[in-house]
Nanobody
Framework: VQLQASGGGLVQAGGSLSLSCVGSGIAFRNYAELWFRQPPGKEREFVARINWIGSSTDYSDSVKGRFTISKNNAENTVYLHMDKLQPEDTAVYYC???????????????WGRGTQVTVSS
């Protein structure tokens, strides 16, 4: 199983960025997908979750109303569209997949490599 995240980069505060994560060796229709992030010097934290069919989403309070998670099961891809980015959104962003309920790090079955998002002030 491989999850390949891409789309990170440098953006000015107030700008937008979209991340994608493509899965291979895994059927996204059978899993919930999540995005986490790890700011410099801090712990990895939950950002967003989407259920197996894409009908339900959940967000951390810090990104609610600014970030949107979506998925395309036919293409085995999950997306994270980020609007109104702020310097505190700077982090390495990771995608993950789980067959479990919830969004704890320990509940994840598979992880992708991260992609760096840097927001300049």
């Amino acid at each position: 199983v491989q999850l390949q995240a891409s789309g990170g980069g440098l953006v000015q505060a107030g700008g937008s960025l979209s991340l994608s994560c493509v899965g291979s060796g895994i059927a996204f229709r059978n899993y919930a997908e999540l995005w986490f992030r790890q700011p410099p010097g801090k712990e990895r934290e939950f950002v967003a979750r989407i259920n197996w069919i894409g009908s339900s989403t959940d967000y951390s309070d810090s990104v609610k109303g600014r970030f949107t998670i979506s998925k395309n099961n036919a293409e085995n891809t999950v997306y994270l569209h980020m609007d109104k980015l702020q310097p505190e959104d700077t982090a390495v962003y990771y995608c993950a997949a789980t067959g479990r309920v919830g969004h704890s790090i320990g509940d994840m079955n598979f992880w992708g490599r991260g992609t760096q998002v840097t927001v300049s002030s």
